[in-house]
Nanobody, 125 residues
Framework: QVLLVEAGGGSVQAGGSLRLPCAAS????????MGWFRQAPGKEREGVAT???????MYADSVKGRFTISQDNAKNTLYLQMNSLKPEDTGMYYC???????????????????WGQGTQVTVSS
């Protein structure tokens, strides 16, 4: 079992920045990949970024160049640095883990086995 707790959400104006941490605990040795997903009201959950334990990262086209995924292994914490935020970035952001590299399937939420409760991000224009 892996427990994930996200934080750092809030309300910002367009162009602003937020950093979301996701703290992992429990059977973290089973985790190979940690990722971020988001879900806007009335829309399906979508992959934002993912990162494996070796630092290999993948991003959704919509966030490339603006968001950075990183990890502090000593603290078992995943981060999502979000810069140049846009209103379309608004949504509930979730942290998730998987036990192996997912390749081109990284953005399918069904490939992840543990999820956090989410943190809300609201970007106003």
């Amino acid at each position: 079992q892996v427990l994930l707790v996200e934080a750092g959400g809030g309300s910002v104006q367009a162009g602003g920045s937020l950093r979301l941490p996701c703290a992992a605990s429990g059977y973290t040795s089973s985790v190979y990949v940690m990722g971020w997903f988001r879900q806007a009201p009335g829309k399906e959950r979508e992959g934002v970024a993912t990162r494996d334990k070796n630092g290999r990262a993948m991003y959704a086209d919509s966030v490339k160049g603006r968001f950075t995924i990183s990890q502090d292994n000593a603290k078992n914490t995943l981060y999502l640095q979000m810069n140049s935020l846009k209103p379309e970035d608004t949504g509930m952001y979730y942290c998730a883990t998987a036990g192996g590299w997912l390749g081109s399937s990284w953005n399918y939420d069904s490939m992840y086995n543990y999820w956090g409760q989410g943190t809300q991000v609201t970007v106003s224009s």
